[in-house]
């Protein structure tokens, strides 16, 4: 499915998502590019952001797919598409090598603005939470959402999204209370930006400003 813009991907999907509405929901910002389409979503539901801070650790046998990521806690996750034998055998080989991209990774994080500067964690206690992304190929970062939630009691985690895989659908299926999007991709050969005619209109830095405002835009 195509949108003339992000923005009217969060609109589109907004009235497929009526539960979460003025229910002080979190939209769990599953990837930065995806911000002008949950601020429109967030502003039509009523909902606070929280935007995915990561930083992704290269496999060394593969340098094409992600070993794992560290989240901005230090913790470290595994790459649910690598099963913990084949991570075990590739850190066998490589234990070095992998411990010091973990400190590099998390070192990238401590560099980095936080993204989330007034959110408190604890807030994700007892609300709804919808890890969202405009156009999602791969479950990585949804496992790193679902390791940061862990440490939380939401009422409930869902998934929503604009063009999702039929791979991503049954991740939500299996570990998440199901998910609400708009296409199902027939292939992953396009970037995100194939989907729609026009660019976004903001930086990153204006949009991450607009995400954590977004309670005042809808008050």
């Avoid at 939209?27 to 429109?40: H, P, V």
């Avoid at 989240?71 to 411990?99: C, R």
């Avoid at 590099?104 to 807030?123: C, G």
Wanted: net charge negative.
């Amino acid at each position: 499915m195509f949108y003339p813009n992000r923005q009217a991907l969060g609109d589109q999907l907004a009235p497929r998502l009526t539960e979460y509405k003025n229910s002080e929901c979190i939209i769990f910002c599953l990837k930065k590019s995806s911000l002008l389409a949950c601020i429109e979503l967030a502003a039509h539901l009523h909902a606070y952001i929280y935007i995915l801070q990561y930083s992704e650790i290269a496999d060394p046998y593969d340098i094409t797919r992600n070993l794992g990521a560290i989240t901005s806690k230090g913790e470290f996750v595994l790459n649910p598409e690598i099963s913990q034998s084949e991570y075990e055998y590739i850190n066998g080989d490589f234990m070095s090598i992998i411990e010091e991209r973990k400190r590099e990774a998390f070192s990238k994080i401590n560099a980095e603005a936080n993204p989330n500067p007034n959110f408190n964690l604890e807030a994700f206690n007892n609300r709804k939470i919808l890890l969202f992304a405009d156009v999602l190929k791969t479950s990585f970062q949804i496992q790193v959402a679902l390791n940061i939630l862990r440490s939380y009691k939401p009422l409930k985690i869902a998934g929503a999204g604009g063009n999702i895989t039929s791979q991503i659908s049954d991740k939500f299926q299996i570990d998440t209370a199901g998910c609400t999007y708009m296409d199902i991709l027939p292939n992953t050969f396009f970037d995100d930006d194939h989907y729609f005619d026009q660019p976004d209109s903001y930086t990153e830095e204006q949009k991450i400003s607009m995400a954590n405002n977004i309670s005042l835009y809808w008050a």
